[in-house]
């Protein structure tokens, strides 16, 4: 006696926490890779991509000014009329400023990823479950209940057991070449590989 199984189980979670804004597809039906599922409420994410693009923008402008200004200053101090330290200072200055831009793109891109969470696609093609959780709800990250699963049952699996005295024959057989294995199912035949043992 075997036991179908799907050949790959996915189960879907959010990697963002906000509002579920639209479901896309139909319960128990087929869904196809990278098709869209479900939206989380995209607006607090787009908020917060675009402050960390202002803050980029300013650092931007801050390391420009430290630059002009340690470029202007640099002739003044082979000439004494600035000191050493305070070259050293305006020199400072420019590296710091270069950190924080560093650090604002890397904001942006933090943002621009969170953002993307919110838009949740079909990672394989396969049957999608029940959605647990209705439109209109709060999603949480996390957890261990996922939204929804999606089952490829194209190809599918059978697990089945043999018993002891056969294992070591099926066993060296395997080593020697693949082997297939029938499944009889409402009197229909059904070839397959033996892939794991």
Do not use: W
């Not at 000191?83 to 650090?103: K, M």
Request: aromatic share 6%.
């Amino acid at each position: 006696i075997g036991h179908v199984e799907p050949n790959i189980t996915v189960d879907i979670k959010a990697q963002v926490a906000g509002v579920l804004t639209g479901q896309y597809f139909v319960e128990g039906q087929e869904v196809c890779e990278n098709s869209l599922l479900m939206t989380i409420d995209p607006r607090p994410f787009q908020a917060e991509l675009e402050r960390a693009q202002g803050v980029l923008l300013q650092n931007i402008a801050t390391l420009r000014q430290a630059k002009d200004t340690a470029e202007r200053f640099r002739d003044l101090v082979s000439q004494n009329f600035i000191s050493q330290l305070d070259y050293d200072q305006l020199l400072t200055n420019v590296l710091s400023a270069e950190g924080a831009v560093q650090q604002a793109e890397a904001d942006v891109e933090r943002a621009k990823i969170e953002l993307g969470y919110c838009t949740i696609a079909a990672p394989i093609r396969g049957v999608a479950s029940k959605l647990h959780i209705d439109v209109g709800n709060y999603v949480p990250t996390g957890g261990d209940a996922p939204l929804l699963t999606i089952n490829q049952i194209s190809p599918i699996r059978v697990s089945f057991f043999v018993s002891e005295k056969d294992l070591p024959k099926i066993s060296c057989l395997q080593m020697q070449a693949p082997l297939t294995t029938e499944v009889l199912r409402s009197g229909q035949r059904i070839q397959g590989k033996l892939f794991l043992i």
